[in-house]
C-alpha cells in the first residue's frame, strides 16, 4: 500500500517542502475518462503534545522522487558498519588526542603516554583500538613500537571534522 503524496495548493510542492500556512490537498488523481485532475482535501495529524514539533513533519507523506534518489546513492551495508566503526572509534577524547599528536610524527608509545599524561597500558590500549581500524600503523625497531598516521585519509578526515567544529 503507498502513502499519498501530499502536495500544497498552487505550488506543486509536497506539504513536508512547503513553507507553513498552505492549505494541504492530496496529489492529484485522474478521474474517469475526462483526464481531468481533482483534488482532495488530505487529513493532518493531530498533535497530542501541547506545543507542535518542529522538528519533524506534522503529516505522514514522503516524495517519492527524493527517496528513489537517496536511496541510490545509499552505500552497501559493509561500508555502512565499517565507516560507523570508524566514527566511533574517533569519539573518544583520548583517541582524538593521539591522532592529533602523531600528526607530528612518528612517536613511541612511551611518548604518546607522556604527552597525554596517561600510562603506557592506557595508550597502547587505544592505540590497538585505533590500529584494528587502520587509523594508525606502527612499527617495531628492537624492543620499540613507534606509531604513526596510517595514511592522508586520517589526516583529511581530521581535518574536516575540526573545520566542521571551528565553524560554527
Known sequence: MSVP???HRGTGIPA?????????????????TSGGLNYIP???????????????????????????????VMMPDDEIDRMSSIFQC??????????????????????????????????SHQLR?????????YRREGKMAYYSIDDEHVRALFALGLEHVRHG
Not at 488530505?42 to 518542529?54: D, I, L, N, Q, Y
Open 16 to 32: 513536508c517542502h512547503a513553507p507553513e500556512g498552505r492549505e494541504l490537498l492530496q496529489a492529484p488523481k485522474v478521474s474517469g
Open 90 to 123: 574517533v569519539a573518544h577524547p583520548t583517541r582524538i588526542k593521539i591522532i592529533q599528536a602523531l600528526f607530528t610524527g612518528e612517536l613511541c608509545v612511551c611518548d604518546l603516554a607522556q604527552v597525554l599524561g596517561s600510562s603506557v597500558s592506557a595508550v
Open 42 to 72: 488530505a487529513m493532518v495529524r493531530k498533535s497530542t503534545a501541547k506545543k507542535p514539533e518542529r522538528d519533524r513533519c506534522e503529516i505522514d507523506s514522503f516524495d517519492p522522487k527524493r527517496v528513489t534518489a537517496a536511496r541510490r
Open 129 to 137: 583500538t585505533l590500529r584494528g581500524l587502520r587509523l594508525v600503523k
Open 5 to 7: 503524496l501530499i502536495f
